[in-house]
């Protein structure tokens, strides 16, 4: 049940962040934050889920990179 439970929170945070930055559109960067690709939608991580607006704008490649998700390099 735990893991049910933080999902929900997390998708919570998620949803609060869209709201957020939707209404402060000026806080999103160009490019991602780690490699500089500007043509690409962007994925906010969070550096901590306890400050939800603490974190970087990062493309997909460099998110699952940052999580261990995929081919290493």
């Known amino acids: 049940m735990v893991h049910k439970r933080n999902h929900k929170k997390h998708a919570n945070r998620r949803e609060n962040d869209r709201r957020w ?36 704008f990062v493309c997909k490649w460099c998110h699952d990179k940052i999580h261990g998700i995929g081919k290493k390099d």
């Not at 930055?21 to 906010?44: R, S, Y």
């Open 21 to 56: 930055f939707k209404k402060h559109p000026e806080a999103i960067p160009d490019a991602c934050q780690v490699c500089g690709k500007d043509d690409t939608i962007l994925e906010f991580h969070h550096e901590s889920y306890d400050e939800p607006r603490i974190g970087r």
